[in-house]
């Protein structure tokens, strides 16, 4: 990821001290998102001497955002196309007789209006407005990232005010389709905006880094909004804002791309009887804008330079799979690999990350393993490629989805867990925050057996329980802990201890949060025990990095007794 942009902070100073000197110049759109592309590094012309210093740099960039919200004196309405010149396309889009149509997952257009006192937005829809009425292409419109129009379009075309105010208002807007490309896209034809600025409608700027998401129902948030597991598919409780993609994405301050269809697979989709179903196969439409006519024309990829594209497959394959692994995972393995040859000729400097396990299937992961790993050397990608297990959604604390699919907690979590490794990836810092730090952690019981202390454990991998059964306790309540580590720590985060355990009624159980030698307690309180699985919550700040710290509850001093730990996470909350 190239960039030219070495002091913007410096840069927006000035701003705020400047003036409206350039606010003559007749720039067009064009001239602001080229400049942008070239101050990205994401091309190498487009640069622009703005403000007569001899150099393209972002101060020019400065200059001609001065301009933009400079009043000309005459107020009027300006009615554009939703095209490049005007609006930024965000994801994989198909502009034919005039409209912009929003095919994939979270296919968007995105603008800002200056000095506006009235927006519209004219919306078009295809023959997919005809659908069941729970089954049409939903959409939703966000002034300055809020909704302020969320519904499915039921019209082949509308007009929609999204801004009326009596003074001069700066926003961005961004009209974005929630749900997905297989029940049809939503059209934005014309954008109309009321102002008195000299550009009163310019594209939003591209940002440093670009994710491309490969995916199933689970990237499209199928689901998201059912009211539980019982629910069948609707477009209407379909939200890609609320997909860990679109999280992700937000999260890194990220432009993104999506090609993702629910049912599809690597080898095969959706499979009811076990049989291999080819009628929706990932690989088949990856290289255009989508799956269905007639919108399923050629991809240009290069339109979208990407830093990393994310595959989350695996799940509708394990329907054909787990009939026979031995014979079909090496099968879907082969896929696989050929599916990444064809990410990898498609953004050839990207880097690759794959995961599955969200809702389970974990039995596809060690065939994922193989194909990474067979493609790491057969591409020579190296540490540019990398995979790992999805945790499994937490459907009795977390809840679930349409056809139990992931909630919306589920998808934050996974958004957190996701930025993390694309930041590890990419040499990026990451904040960390939303991740559970204690997750990868191993449970062991510590013994003073100075003291005579004897417990006999168990760890159970199905529901991530700890039991120790105390034989002969010891002296103290230090003499027996339940011990968790090792778990990384950052300076100045804030996290937040969870966990449920049963112990004797009314016992009070030190629990502590550590260094490994005991010199430094980050966290120092007391559980009562009060019935089964008695929940336990504590918050505390950490004042230094410590990547070997460690969790323990002590109950020794007591003999023939014992103490389950269940659902225990460290989550770093800020």
């Known amino acids: ?58 101060f020019d960039m400065i200059a001609m955002r001065k301009s933009l919200i400079s009043s000309v004196g005459d107020y009027k309405e300006t009615t554009v196309p939703a095209t490049e010149e005007y609006v930024k396309l965000i994801n994989r889009n198909v502009i034919s007789d005039g409209v912009t ?10 603008f800002s209006v200056a ?41 082949k075309e509308k007009t929609v005010k999204v801004l009326d105010s009596d003074t001069p208002t700066n926003a961005v807007i961004k009209v974005i389709h929630l749900s997905e490309a297989n029940n049809g896209p939503v059209g934005v034809s014309s954008i109309t905006v009321g102002s008195d600025s000299a550009l009163p409608i310019i594209p939003t700027s591209q940002k440093p880094l670009h994710i491309e998401f490969v995916g199933d129902s689970i990237t499209c948030a199928y689901g998201v909004e059912g009211k539980d597991q019982y629910e069948n598919f609707k477009t209407t409780t379909e939200n890609f804002l609320k997909s860990y993609a679109y999280l992700t994405a937000k ?11 629910s049912g599809y697979g690597v080898i095969s989709s959706y499979s009811s009887d076990g049989s291999r179903n080819t009628s929706g196969l990932l690989g088949d439409h990856y290289d255009n804008a989508a799956a269905n006519a007639p919108y399923n024309i050629p991809w240009d990829h290069s339109t979208t330079p990407v830093d990393v594209t994310v595959v989350n497959l695996g799940t509708n394959d394990n329907t054909y799979c787990s009939k026979d692994y031995e014979t079909r995972g090496p099968e879907f393995t082969k896929a696989y690999v050929e599916l990444l040859g064809k990410i990898h000729k498609a953004h050839p400097d990207a880097a690759i990350i794959c995961t599955v396990g969200t809702m389970g299937c974990a039995e596809m992961y060690p065939y994922i393993e193989e194909a990474v790993e067979q493609f790491r050397k057969s591409s020579g990608m190296c540490d540019k490629i990398m ?27 996974s958004a957190a867990v996701l930025s993390d490794k694309i930041c590890t990836m990419l040499g990026l810092e990451s904040d960390q925050v ?58 100045g985060g804030t996290y937040k201890l969870t966990f449920k355990a049963t112990a004797p009624e009314g016992s009070k159980l030190p629990v502590q949060i550590r260094s490994k030698d005991g010199k430094t307690i980050y966290c120092d309180e007391t559980f009562t025990a009060k019935g089964e699985k008695t929940p336990f919550e504590a918050e505390f700040t950490v004042t230094s990095d410590d990547p070997a710290a460690e969790f323990a509850i002590m109950f020794g001093g007591k003999d023939y007794s014992s103490v389950t730990l269940y659902e225990l996470h460290l989550v770093k909350t800020a």
Not at 251 to 261: E, I, N
Not at 473 to 489: F, M, N, T
Request: aromatic share 8%.
């Open 101 to 110: 149509w929003l095919v994939q997952s979270g296919a968007a257009t995105e």
């Open 251 to 261: 999260k890194l301050d990220a432009d993104y791309s999506t090609a993702c269809y």
């Open 434 to 491: 939303g991740i559970d730090v204690a997750a990868d952690a191993k449970y062991e019981v510590s013994l003073n057996k100075d003291a005579g202390a004897d417990a006999a454990t168990y760890f159970s991998d199905f529901d991530k329980s700890f039991w120790v059964n105390v034989v002969t306790g010891g002296k103290e309540q230090s003499d027996v802990q339940s011990v968790v580590s090792p778990i990384g720590l950052k300076k």
């Open 115 to 155: 000095r506006a006192k009235t927006v519209s937005v004219t919306i078009k829809g295809d023959s997919s407005v005809n659908n069941g009425e729970e089954h049409r292409p939903r959409y939703a419109i966000l002034v300055n990232d809020e909704p302020v129009l969320t519904e499915c379009l039921s019209e």
């Open 1 to 58: 990821m190239k960039k030219r942009i070495a002091s913007l902070i410096a840069a927006l100073a000035v701003t705020a001290a400047g003036t409206t000197a350039y606010a003559a110049k007749a720039w067009a759109p064009a001239d602001l998102r080229s400049l942008g592309s070239f101050l990205l590094g994401a091309s190498e012309t487009g640069s622009a001497d703005l403000n007569d210093d001899n150099v393209s740099d972002i």
């Open 387 to 413: 995979c790992y297990q999805s945790a499994q959604q937490d459907m009795n604390n977390d809840g679930l989805g349409s056809d139990w699919h992931p909630s919306y907690t589920t998808h934050q979590k």
